[in-house]
C-alpha cells in the first residue's frame, strides 16, 4: 500500500525558513518523480515544485520560484521542501504527491499524503 | 503562462447528469486530468489522459477532451459525488490546475 506522510508544518514568521519532509513507502520511491502541491485554506490546489526520480531535474511554480527548493533522499525514501523568505501568502496545507508515471511526457498524480499545514504570520 | 479555467460551482439533482468543463487554449492539445476532492479529505484521481478512469473509480465517471474545452461527466449522479473537481494539465514544465468546480447533489 502506497503511503506518504508529510511532517514540518508548523507556525513561522514572515521571511523566515521551514523544511517540509515526506516520508514515502509502498513503492519503488526512485522509479518515480514526486511533487508537492499545496491549498491554501478555502482556495483551490496550486502546484508547487517537481523533482525527477533520480533527483537531477527540478521543476518549480512561479510563486515560488528562487524561494522555494525541492530535494530527496532515496536512501530514505523521502522528499523534502525548502522554504525560505516565507511570506504570508504561502500559508497553506502542503501536500506531498506522487507522480503517476515513471517516464513519459505527462504528468499527472496517483497518490497524495493527507498534508502538512503551513502557516506564517506574525 | 497557461491557464485553466472552470465554473465555480455545478448544481445536479441525484441521478441526472453532471457535466463539469475546463477550458484552456488548445486544450485538447494536451492531457487533462481529473481529481475529487471532498471536504477535509485529500484529492483523487478519478480520470486521467483525458478519459482513462483508474481502477476503482466508478463507471458513471467519464472524461472527453476537444479544441478548448476538457469535460468531466457524471452519469447518474449520487450524493456521494458532492465535492470539489480538478482539471489538472502538464505545459511546457508546468502542472497547471483549474480553479476548482464545487459540484452539489441537491
Known amino acids: 500500500e502506497v503511503q506518504l506522510v508529510e511532517s514540518g508544518g508548523v507556525v513561522v514568521q514572515p521571511g523566515g525558513s521551514l523544511r517540509l519532509s515526506c516520508a514515502a513507502s509502498?513503492?519503488?520511491?526512485?522509479?518515480?518523480?514526486m511533487h508537492w502541491v499545496r491549498q491554501a485554506p478555502g482556495k483551490g490546489l496550486e502546484w508547487v515544485s517537481l523533482?525527477?526520480?533520480?533527483?537531477?531535474?527540478?521543476y518549480y511554480g512561479d510563486s515560488v520560484k528562487g524561494r522555494f527548493t525541492i530535494s530527496r533522499d532515496n536512501s530514505k525514501n523521502s522528499l523534502y521542501l525548502q522554504m525560505n523568505s516565507l511570506r504570508t501568502e504561502d500559508t497553506a496545507l502542503y501536500y506531498c504527491?506522487?507522480?503517476?508515471?515513471?517516464?513519459?511526457?505527462?504528468?499527472?498524480?496517483?497518490?497524495w499524503g493527507q498534508g502538512t499545514l503551513v502557516t506564517v504570520s506574525s | 503562462s497557461f491557464e485553466m479555467s472552470q465554473p465555480p460551482s455545478v448544481p445536479v439533482s441525484p441521478g441526472q447528469t453532471a457535466s463539469i468543463t475546463c477550458s484552456g487554449d488548445?486544450?485538447?492539445?494536451?492531457?487533462v486530468s481529473w481529481y475529487q476532492q471532498k471536504t477535509g479529505q485529500s484529492p483523487i484521481l478519478v480520470i486521467y489522459?483525458?478519459?482513462k478512469r483508474p481502477s476503482g473509480i466508478p463507471e458513471r465517471f467519464s472524461g472527453s477532451n476537444s479544441g478548448n474545452t476538457a469535460t468531466l461527466t457524471i452519469n447518474g449522479t449520487q450524493t456521494l459525488d458532492e465535492a470539489d473537481y480538478y482539471c489538472?494539465?502538464?505545459?511546457?514544465?508546468?502542472?497547471?490546475f483549474g480553479g476548482g468546480t464545487k459540484l452539489t447533489v441537491l
Open positions: 489522459e483525458d478519459d
Open positions: 523533482i525527477s526520480g533520480d533527483g537531477v531535474s527540478t
Open positions: 489538472q494539465a502538464w505545459d511546457r514544465g508546468s502542472v497547471v
Open positions: 488548445k486544450l485538447g492539445n494536451k492531457y
Open positions: 504527491v506522487k507522480d503517476a508515471e515513471r517516464v513519459g511526457a505527462n504528468r499527472f498524480f496517483d497518490y
Open positions: 509502498g513503492f519503488t520511491f526512485d522509479d518515480y518523480p
